[in-house]
């Protein structure tokens, strides 16, 4: 079978380094022939390890659309603000779309996106990396087998870790939400889209509340130079020292051993951690510890393209990631909580906040016949369900295999988008999706709303689902 052919608009770290691996792990699935991306480094690199000839190489997603339809299937991973404008024209082409989320960064170009699909039967995927866990369709038939009886209420936490915090949202990309998103949309568009999933009803109310707390200037603590490299007083104590995240990576790894379920990585993980000289020797021995020793993933990748020691050290003194996070241009909250009824009376709260000691997320799920937990985080998972009157308890680990980006999400998502274009039509389960794809970005919009405004907001479903 001949693999389904795409083009990648914007081959930063999701599209380069999330999304375009699966073709290189199934070329007989997708094949990338062609690339539009202005860095000239990543755009030589993307078509060096997909051996796209010159010719296909492109700087901007306009060039490319001005060429006649080159593949079946364009991805998108442009940064937010950019991704109406190339998704409509990918779909006037006539192409099938793979769109990074946010959909759009308002509510009327996500509207129009889910318009430009219809009109034209082209398919719209939006990258809800969340649904195609093992772990959220887990708790998805959980809920739906009734185990749980009726749901009364659940407490869904996106726990995002404070080194993440700082690295995204106070020195990275999505800082500033009038240059991005704000950070319930680019952050928790995920949770918005699998909470009327799992539960299989949608919000009718909706309130908001939560503020940049901490990372101002005026939470400053004195002396603190512009520059965590800048002779800091307190670098060896602050946890946000972009040289304890960057160079040491002792809370990345840390995150990732708290939600590890396999006893040998989370062994290993620990000795790396209590002692990274010796593993580093053992390394010699045992190259699959380079894996942690070398360490060359995100988040390092987004610092620069060849996350050398020198390259980073250059990059804490030079680029944005060096800065002090008490002296940044960042406005997004760092936690907000958004509280909802949903249609069957169920309460939920979904609660994101950037001061977690660990990266993941945790589910509650409370029902008249018992309880859900789970755990999702970098590192692996895990759900745990109780009955309330035999008191038995099943535990099930949703960890991916060892690697897979997004507990598995990344990686699954590729496969059905490329088998979803090789069936080609537009079907009525796809034209569903994208629309349950808007309304998770509707109620992110009417989340900040609610916040801004300090209102309770009544949400009509059918409106966005009609409209
Ligand atoms: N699904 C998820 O869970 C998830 C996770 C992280 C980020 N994201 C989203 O993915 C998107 C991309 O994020 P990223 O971290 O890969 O960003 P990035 O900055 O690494 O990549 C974006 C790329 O687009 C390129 N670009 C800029 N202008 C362009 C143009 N005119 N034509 C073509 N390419 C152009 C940039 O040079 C860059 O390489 C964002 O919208 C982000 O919110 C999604």
Redesign the pocket.
């Known amino acids: 079978m001949k693999p389904v052919r795409a083009i990648l ?7 380069a380094e ?1 999304y375009a691996p699966y073709a290189l792990k199934h070329p007989n699935e997708l094949k990338f022939i062609a690339v ?4 000239e480094e ?1 755009r030589r690199k993307f078509a060096n390890v997909h051996a796209i000839p010159e010719k296909y190489c492109f ?4 060039e490319i659309m001005e060429q006649p339809q080159l593949a079946e299937a364009a991805i998108i ?4 603000w ?2 109406t404008r ?1 998704a409509i024209a990918a779909m006037e082409r006539g192409y099938h779309v793979l769109l ?3 959909m759009a960064t308002s509510l009327e170009e996500c509207q129009q996106l889910i318009e430009v699909s219809e009109r034209n039967q082209r398919q719209l995927h939006i ?3 969340l649904r195609y866990t093992q772990h959220a369709r887990k708790m998805r038939e959980i809920v739906q087998s009734g185990v749980l009886g009726e749901i009364i209420d659940v407490d869904h936490r996106e726990n995002v870790s404070f080194w993440h915090m700082a690295h995204s949202y106070v020195r990275g ?2 800082r500033n939400r009038h240059q ?2 704000p950070m319930i949309l ?1 952050k928790c568009c ?1 949770d918005l889209d699998i909470l009327p999933w799992i539960l299989g009803q949608k919000p009718i109310l909706l309130s908001s509340c939560g503020e940049l707390t901490h990372f101002r200037s005026d939470k400053a603590p004195i002396n603190t130079p512009e520059r965590c490299v800048d002779g800091c007083p307190i670098e060896r104590e602050c946890p946000y020292s972009a040289i304890h995240i960057y160079i040491e990576m002792q809370p990345f790894w840390h995150s990732y051993r708290e939600t590890c379920t396999n006893f040998f990585n989370k062994a290993i993980l620990d000795a790396w951690l209590k002692n990274p000289a010796l593993i580093r020797n053992f390394s010699r021995i045992f190259p699959f510890l380079r894996q942690i020793t070398d360490y060359k993933g995100w988040p390092l990748t ?1 610092l620069t393209q060849d996350p050398s020691p020198d390259k980073i050290r250059e990059a804490l003194r030079n680029g944005p990631y060096g800065r002090c996070v008490y002296h940044c241009d960042n406005n997004v909250v760092d936690h907000q909580v958004v509280s909802m009824q949903f249609q069957k009376g169920t309460t939920v709260t979904l609660t994101m906040h950037g001061h977690s000691h660990v990266e993941h997320r945790s589910t509650r799920i409370e029902g008249t016949r018992g309880r859900l937990m789970g755990v999702l985080g970098n590192g692996g998972g895990w759900i745990t369900v109780e009955e309330h009157r035999s008191r038995k308890k099943l535990c099930v680990d949703t960890s991916p295999p060892t690697g897979e980006g ?1 507990g598995g ?1 990344d990686s699954q998502l590729m496969a059905e988008f490329v088998a979803q274009v090789r069936a080609g039509g537009y079907s009525d389960a796809i034209k569903e999706a994208a629309r349950e794809a808007l309304f998770s970005h509707y109620l992110a919009f009417t989340a900040e709303q609610a916040r801004i405004e300090k209102k309770v907001i009544t949400i009509n479903p059918e409106e966005i689902y009609s409209q």
């Open positions: 608009i914007g081959a930063g770290q999701r599209g999330a539009a991306e202005p860095d990543r700087t901007t997603w306009e991973t442009t940064q937010d950019l991704h190339p990074e989320k946010p990258c809800h990396v990309n999505w991005s998103s680019a995920h987004v997004h999400g």
